[in-house]
Nanobody, 122 residues
């Protein structure tokens, strides 16, 4: 059973950079044809995909957030990281990491982390 676990600060001040890490167990993040995504859900709203880093290291982002993020990975630790710069209260959300690639679709997510609440407030 693949396991994903998000970690990072629960509270970030406006204008700062949020940084979250996803630690993956059982499945290597370099395994062919898997795509490792960050997704968030603001309070009272639906899921919003942020971006992914593929097994090859290639990244792809949601256009509205592309200028504020650059997902990276540490293959020695089997982790991938989301930085999100210049945060505002509008970035307050539960942040999830997930594994995609089911049925050959990068955003068909079969495994999710439990999610971590991030609040942007001074």
């Amino acid at each position: 059973q693949v396991q994903l676990q998000e970690s990072g600060p629960g509270l970030v001040k406006p204008s700062q950079t949020l940084s979250l890490t996803c630690t993956v167990s059982v499945c290597s993040i370099t395994t062919n044809n898997y795509y490792w995504s960050w997704i968030r859900q603001p309070p009272g709203k639906g899921l919003e995909w942020i971006g992914y880093i593929a097994y090859s290291g290639i990244t792809f982002y949601s256009p509205p957030l592309k200028s504020r993020t650059s997902i990276s990975r540490d293959t020695s630790k089997n982790q991938f990281t989301l930085p999100l710069s210049s945060v505002t209260p509008g970035d307050t959300a539960v942040y999830y990491c997930a594994r995609g690639g089911d049925y050959g679709r990068p955003r068909a997510w079969g495994y999710w982390g439990q999610g971590t609440q991030v609040t942007v407030s001074s």
